[in-house]
Structures are given as C-alpha cells and as structure tokens.
C-alpha cells in the first residue's frame, strides 16, 4: 500500500494540472494520467466488477477487478491531498502597514493616505493585511510605540512582535508643489527591501487616488498606458511549475507562492515570471489571457558578477548576510542574478545597499564607507525610546546593542505610559561603543496608584492577619520611607503609611502584653505548684525535725542524768572505800566492801548510760532534715509571685 501512496504523490501534479488546465485533456493529459491511473487501480484488484470515469471526462466501458473499499481509500486520498494544495495556493504572504511618516505635510493626511493605501493593498488579494485596530491591540501589550518608526530596523521589530511576514514602509511629503508618496516591502525574516515605488500627484485631493495605484504597483497589478502606470481592471490565471519544484514565483516582481502553483488575479498582457531556489534562477515573459495559462520553467545556475569599487581597503564584504572575504575594490564574481544586499565593514567603517545583480552582466558600484560606532542600551520593561540624529533613527526596545551607527550626536528620547518622558544626546564616536542606560522616575500618577495600591495590600493584610510580627511592622516602616523618598512628594500617602504603621504597633503592643498576660499567668500557675510541693516537703520534714529534736533532748536529759548519778556513785564510792579503809570490825569492813561495791557498779552504770544518752543525743541532733533551703525556696517563690502579681496590675 505504500508503493501505492506514494505513486499517488507521484502522479497528483499532473491530475491536478487535468482538472485546472481543461484545454489540455485531450493532447496532454489523457496520455500522462491514464496509464499511470489504470496501473495503480490494478494494484489494488481485487474479486469485483466496477466501471468507473476517468479524471478526464472520458467514459471507459473497461472494466476492473477491485474492491470498493480501495477505490473509496484512493480518491479520499486524492480529495486530502488536492484540498491540501489548494490551501496552500491559497495562503497570502502576511504583512502590516506601518504609519506613514510626514514631511512638509500634516500628519492628520499622512494618516488618511496610510488607510487608503492599506484599503488598496487589502483589495489587490495578493496580501494578507493586519488591520491598523489589530496592530494597536498588539504592540499595546508588548507595550510597543509606533511613534518615529520609520527606519528599517525598527520596522523588522514592528513585525517580529506581529508576527507578520513582510511590512510596509512609507512617507507622504510635499517638494516643488507636488505631492510624493513612496513606500517600499521589507522582508522581515531577511530584512531586505523586496519593492519599491512611489507616485506623485499635482495635489492632495489626486494622492487618494495615487495611495491605491501605488498599493496595485507593489502588489504588481499594474500596466504601463501611455505615460502613466494603471491599475488592472481585468485578470486571468497561470498555472506554474518548475523543475525542481518548490521554488519562489514572482509575478512581476511580487513573490506569489511556491511551485507547483496555481496564481490567480494576474493582470491581461505582458507579464514578467521569475522563479528563484537558492542559486538557480529562470526567467520568462508570459501573455495572460482570460483563459488559464500553463508556464513551465526549468531553473538553472544563472549568474552574474559584481565589481565594487571603494577607496576603503581591505573591509570585510558581506552579501545577504554572509561574509565573502576582505578586500578594497574588486570583483565578486558567481553571484546568483536577483536583488542582493551588498555590506562592507570593518576598521570602525560601515556601507550597504541593494544592489540588481544581471545574467553575464558585470553591476558596477561605488561604494563610500562612513565612520561607524555602536550603541548598548538597556531600558526597563514598558520603555521604548527613539534614537535620532544624521539621516538615523531607530527605535530601541529592552536590552540590546545597535551596530554600525553613524559617527556623531544623537539625541535619544525615551516614551513610556509609566515613566516620565526622558531626553539626552550621547556620542558616537568612529569604532567606540556609547551606552544608554537612563535612570528613569515613574510619573506622578502611576508612582501614586502603584503606592496606593501596596498600601491597600497592607491594610487588607493587617485587618485579615490574626497576629502581627515585627517583619510586618518593618515593612511597612519601608514602604513609608519608599514613599517618603519618592521622586514625586506624596503627602497623603505618607500620611496613610504613618497611620497604617501607627495601627501596627498598636496591635503589636496589645499582642505582646497579651503574650505577656498568658506568660505571667503561666508562670504564677508554674510557681503556685512549686511552692505547694515544696510546703508539702517542709511539712513532712518539719514533723521529723521535730521529731528526732524530742529524741536527742530526751537522750540528752538522760545522758546528764546519768553522769550525775554516775559522779554520785563515785563520790559515794570513795566515802565507802574510805570507811573501810579506816574500820578494825570485820563486819563493817564487809559492810563497807559491799558499798564500794555497789557505788562503783552503779558508777559504772551511770557513766555508760550517760555516754550512751550523749552520743544518742547527737546522733538525733545531727540527722535532723535540714528545712532552711526549702524555706529559702519557698521565699524566693513567694516573692517573684508577689512582683508577678504586681505586673499584672
């Protein structure tokens, strides 16, 4: 099947030049379409009997084994591919109108003939023109000003951000008592001049009529009458193609499609084809009639050469874009015919123009180098400025760098609906770089609507949040020096600022003794369960203080009791060892023996019981619990709540 698809691609051209090219059935494309048709049908046979009409118009009663379902797949596959064509036939080249700049005229009419010519321009079906309402509402968004546009490179800008294809540069003057508008098609992509022409009339009120001619002349719609260029009234059609395909078409200098093309709304007459791909070229005068016309044109290597001369040496040459090689005046030979933008640079010296280049025609040129320099800029977003001076101008956008500058002054004036309008001149200088880098105040009232409106925020901030920090306090401090700072005094915002600070740290100070509040609470709450754990201590240990207190007096009492009989005894025992020293009876010798011996026993008791009382004594007096660090706690206590409490008040 996909032997099949792609005989079908194959053969298309040719159906399609049966169907556009009716003169033709017969001699031409009977001969070419049939057999091929029939052999593609037979690939698809299969077990059923269908008789078909040809793409000719020929009935045939030849019958083919194939199957509906092939034959349905084979034309939906030719109806895809032929509407596919067509779209593309159909597919105009986008373009956009820029204003047309005025001199020695009001700009009011230099804006009236902007709309007649882009009216015309519209009627011609050779373009597809961005209308002037579509163009404001986008470069309104890219924040694009048109102003001033009037150079080359802020075109291509124009129609960058548009997205367009080609666009329409133009001015409308008044020189010697006639009026002359010119205007000429830059290509966007490469930023070439494609068209350029002009008419002049002896008064505004014929310039309406000459806005039209000259938008017929650009879309070439034109033929010569006389002295005088007409536009065309009546058209026919030609049908295009080439070999190899795929090439631009130019109808009387106007590209109008691809190849294999089908070009309508040519003007009756003479008209001049040109078909370009890359370095082949052809060429040929075609007469258009009512009828459609078939032009086919082989392409080949058609070149021409080009001698430029300059008292400049050794500068680098540069065509449509590509360096050829350093050198002064000389020959570049081997250049495709066709137009081509010519540059020579270097050594801070800068030239360029559009130059025709002819088949086996040597284009002679002079070429004058002027001191050239650069300019960086860097504008902030929504900024545009114009950059003007020695026959330049330009529009700069953003950051970027303008190269090859004439040497001199400029002056650069800055245009934005948020900042306040700027002016200054910088220099040029032969091989330098300039800078524009401007430090820009926003007007009064975006300065005062972009503060109001942070200001709003803040407030929306404070009566939404639940609790406030110190960062929110501290920035709204900022913004209230922001304000105060300000290029543009705002005394009623600093007032709001101050109020709205003020409010702040109100409810900041609310919030902290609030959490001061909460925190004394939560630690009179804290110390109140200490001091009760600590009494409950002190209790208990109190009670065994006291206790073992008892204990050691007692012990004590009875220890010095006891050394007092203890001394008792031994004075008593001495008395009684004395008497029986001093006794001649027996009996009272053992009367007194017993005493001794009675009083020491009971010294010896008294003495021991004594000892026994004191050591008991100090035992209990020395394990007695200590209560005075408890009671210094509970002091401590009691006097950081009594300050607490007073904090509270």
Known sequence: MQVVIDDIHMFLPK????????????????????????????????PKILYYTSFVGRPT???????????????????????????????????AVLPFSSINVSKSDAEAITNLFETGLVNTGVYNVIEQSQMDE?????????????????????????????????????????????????DVAKGVNLKADKVDTASLAEMTDGAEVLAYKLAGLTYRKEASEEMAREFGEVFVETDPTGADILMNGVNRGVSPVLITKVPLGFVRVESRKGNLYATEEVRITRSTSKLSLKL???????????????????????????????LVE???????????????????????????????????????????????????????????????VGDGQLMFVWE???????????????????????????????????????????????????????????????????????????????????PELVAKSELLLLKANERLAIQKRNEHLTAVKKELSSLSERKAKLQGRLQKKTVLRRNFSAIGWISLSTGILSSGFGVLSYFLTEAAYK?????????EATLHKNQVQTWDTLMLIGSGVGLAGFGTATTFF?????????????????LKENKLQESLQ
């Open 138 to 186: 986008i470069l309104k968004v890219q924040e694009f000003s048109l102003s001033d546009c009037t150079s080359d490179q802020c075109a291509i800008e124009v129609g960058q951000l548009l997205s367009a294809e080609q666009i329409v540069l133009g001015s409308l003057s008044s020189v010697g008592g006639k009026f002359i508008l010119n205007a000429k098609i830059v």
């Open 300 to 330: 080949s290597q058609q070149l021409g050469s080009l001698y430029i001369k300059t008292s400049a040496a050794a500068l680098q040459v540069v065509l449509d874009g590509v360096p050829v090689g350093p050198m002064g005046s000389g």
């Open 408 to 490: 001199g002054k400029y002056t650069v004036n800055t245009v934005s609906q948020i900042y306040e309008p700027y002016s200054t001149e910088i220099l040029v200088e032969k091989g330098k770089a300039a800078t524009f880098k401007p430090s820009l105040f926003f007007t009064e009232d975006y300065e005062y609507q972009q503060f109001r409106r942070l200001l709003e925020g803040i407030e929306r901030q404070l009566n939404s949040i639940y609790e406030i920090a110190q960062r929110d306090i501290d920035q709204i401090a900022d913004t209230r020096t922001q304000i105060q700072s300000a290029h543009h005094p705002q």
């Open 579 to 587: 008497n029986y020293n001093q006794t001649a009876s027996t009996s």
């Open 15 to 46: 159906v399609l030049e049966c169907i556009l090219l009716r003169n033709f059935i017969q001699q031409y494309c009977q001969r070419r379409t049939d057999e091929k048709f029939h052999w593609i049908l037979e690939k698809m046979a299969r």
């Open 622 to 638: 020395l394990i007695r619990p200590k209560t005075q660090k408890i009671s210094e706690e509970i002091l401590n206590i009691e």
């Open 61 to 95: 009663a030849e019958a083919y084994i194939v199957r509906k379902k092939s034959i349905f797949f084979l034309f939906a596959i030719l109806f895809i591919l032929l509407a596919s064509s067509s779209y593309s036939q159909n597919q105009l080249p986008r373009i």
């Open 334 to 396: 081997n250049i495709p015919v066709g137009q081509h933008k010519v540059e020579l640079k270097g050594e801070g010296l800068y030239w360029f123009k559009d130059v025709t280049i002819s088949l086996g025609v040597i284009t002679q040129i002079e070429a004058t180098p002027q001191p050239v320099g650069s300019v960086s800029y860097s504008l902030p977003p929504g900024v545009s400025a114009t950059i003007q001076g020695k026959a330049f101008q330009q529009l700069l």
